[in-house]
């Protein structure tokens, strides 16, 4: 059974950072890209950075260089570290192996003085 563990959600202030991580088990993903998706009430969940296997990394122009994305496949897990956060970064974001149906339960961010 695969399941997905998402972890580093939080409260943070303006300009602050956070790191998501969501490890992987039950089978190995290493072969498959990997995205962090984030999502507000009535608004669709919208791409935020991705990886594929040869490291190759995509953002959102909102994002970029801000946020980086990176993964371990020894761990079968992906991470979203995120600096000079702003309010408008606050959502839940989720991990997705692209191309399958396996999300992640989603983390919450909120970043507010």
């Known amino acids: 059974q695969v399941q997905f563990v998402e972890s580093g959600g939080g409260l943070v202030q303006p300009g602050g950072s956070l790191t998501l991580s969501c490890a992987a088990s039950?089978?190995?993903?290493?072969?498959?890209?990997m995205g962090w998706y984030r999502q507000n009430p009535g608004k669709q969940r919208d791409l935020v950075a991705s990886i594929i296997p040869d490291g190759t990394t995509h953002y959102a122009d909102s994002v970029k260089g801000r946020f980086t994305i990176s993964r371990d496949n020894a761990k079968n897990t992906v991470y979203l570290q995120m600096n000079s956060l702003r309010p408008e970064d606050s959502a839940v974001y989720y991990c997705?192996?692209?191309?399958?149906?396996?999300w992640g339960q989603g983390t919450q961010v909120t970043v507010s003085s």
């Open positions: 039950g089978r190995s993903f290493g072969l498959y890209g």
């Open positions: 997705h192996v692209i191309r399958t149906t396996y």
